[in-house]
């Protein structure tokens, strides 16, 4: 059973960065496809970024060159790095992990604002 736990969210000024990071407890971590999905009130959930075992990686055409994703097999921990954020990019972030089904953390709220 895979838990996720994600952190770093928060209020951020237009232009300013955050990263997010997203911890799995779960052995095997490097075999698991990553990634990140956000949901803004009122719109569906939207796939943000993915990493896979193999270290590949995709992006939403709205933050590639702002956004990137990473992961630290050893620390079993996926990270967002987000930058030249902007208004549209709140919303709440949900990390997820994928092998055979699709495990989700809680979410952790972005909010870009001035």
């Known amino acids: 059973q895979v838990q996720l736990v994600e952190s770093g969210g928060g209020l951020v000024q237009p232009g300013g960065s955050l990263r997010l990071s997203c911890a799995a407890s779960v052995s095997s971590f490097s075999i698991y496809s990553m990634g990140w999905y956000r949901q803004a009130p009122g719109k569906q959930r939207d796939l943000v970024a993915a990493?896979?075992?193999?270290?590949?990686?995709n992006y939403a055409d709205s933050v590639k060159g702002r956004f990137t994703i990473s992961r630290d097999n050893a620390k079993n921990t996926v990270y967002l790095q987000m930058n030249s954020l902007k208004p549209d990019d709140t919303a709440v972030y949900y990390c997820?992990?994928?092998?055979?089904?699709?495990?989700w953390g809680q979410g952790t709220q972005v909010t870009v604002s001035s």
């Open positions: 990493i896979t075992s193999g270290g590949s990686t």
């Open positions: 997820y992990a994928r092998r055979f089904s699709t495990t």
